[in-house]
T-cell receptor, first 114, second 110 residues
Framework: DAGITQSPRHKVTETGTPVTLRCHQTENHRYMYWYRQDPGHGLRLIHYSYGVKDTDKGEVSDGYSVSRSKTEDFLLTLESATSSQTSVYFC?????????????FGPGTRLTVT | GQSLEQPSEVTAVEGAIVQINCTYQTSGFYGLSWYQQHDGGAPTFLSYNGLDGLEETGRFSSFLSRSDSYGYLLLQELQMKDSASYFCAVARSGNTPLVFGKGTRLSVIA
C-alpha cells in the first residue's frame, strides 16, 4: 500500500471555526490531490498540487485553501467551516503527470460541521 | 461541460458475471480509469484504458471504445467481497486531473 496518512481521521467542529486537514506521504510522489465525497456526488476534486508551492483549483474549491511547503505534506484549510462542508475528505497521490490516471488514496477524514 | 454516466446500483449473484457501464462526454479525452471502494474505505485503483480494447487483470477486465465514448468494467466469478462501489474516471488530457463518475454500487447476493 502507498504510504499515505491523513490526520485527523475524524473531526467535529462548529460553524465558523477554521479547520486544517493534513495529508502526509512517504512515496515522494509529485502530485497530490484533495477530494470530498458526498452521497450522490461521487468524488469531487477540491484542489491539487503538482509540486512544492505549485497548486491549482479543482471543481469545488470555494471555501477551501491549500498549501504545500514540502513534497510530503499537503494541507487543506477551511477558513470558516460551514455545514455544507460536512463530508468525507480524501487525499490522493500520483507519481507523475502521465500517471494521474492511477492515484493512490489515503484513508480519509470524516468532518462534521455543526 | 463534462459528464460521466454510470448506473447507480447493480445487483448480481455470486459466481456470475456483471458489467458496469460508463459513458462520458468530456472536452478532450485521454483515458478511462476504474476504482473500487468498499464501504468505509478508500478508493483503490483497478485499471486504466488509454487505447480501445480490453484490458484484463485477473477476474476483472475493462473495455474502452473511444468512438462510442463508452467503457465498461467486467467482473467475473463474482464473490461476496466484490460488493462495493465502482467509479469510472476520465482523464481529459495528460496534464489535467481525473474527473470521477458518481459511482455504481454493486451488491453481490448468494
Amino acid at each position: 500500500d502507498a504510504g499515505i496518512t491523513q490526520s485527523p481521521r475524524h473531526k467535529v467542529t462548529e460553524t465558523g471555526t477554521p479547520v486544517t486537514l493534513r495529508c502526509h506521504q512517504t512515496e515522494n510522489h509529485r502530485y497530490m490531490y484533495w477530494y470530498r465525497q458526498d452521497p450522490g456526488h461521487g468524488l469531487r476534486l477540491i484542489h491539487y498540487s503538482y509540486g512544492v508551492k505549485d497548486t491549482d483549483k479543482g471543481e469545488v474549491s470555494d471555501g477551501y485553501s491549500v498549501s504545500r511547503s514540502k513534497t510530503e505534506d499537503f494541507l487543506l484549510t477551511l477558513e470558516s467551516a460551514t455545514s455544507s462542508q460536512t463530508s468525507v475528505y480524501f487525499c490522493a497521490i500520483s507519481e507523475s503527470r502521465a500517471s494521474q490516471t492511477e492515484q493512490y488514496f489515503g484513508p480519509g477524514t470524516r468532518l462534521t460541521v455543526t | 461541460g463534462q459528464s460521466l454516466e454510470q448506473p447507480s446500483e447493480v445487483t448480481a449473484v455470486e459466481g456470475a458475471i456483471v458489467q458496469i457501464n460508463c459513458t462520458y462526454q468530456t472536452s478532450g479525452f485521454y483515458g478511462l480509469s476504474w476504482y473500487q471502494q468498499h464501504d468505509g474505505g478508500a478508493p483503490t485503483f483497478l485499471s486504466y484504458n488509454g487505447l480501445d480494447g480490453l484490458e484484463e487483470t485477473g477476474r476483472f477486465s475493462s473495455f474502452l471504445s473511444r468512438s462510442d465514448s463508452y467503457g465498461y468494467l467486467l467482473l467475473q466469478e463474482l464473490q461476496m467481497k466484490d460488493s462495493a462501489s465502482y467509479f469510472c474516471a476520465v482523464a481529459r488530457s495528460g496534464n489535467t486531473p481525473l474527473v470521477f463518475g458518481k459511482g455504481t454500487r454493486l451488491s453481490v447476493i448468494a
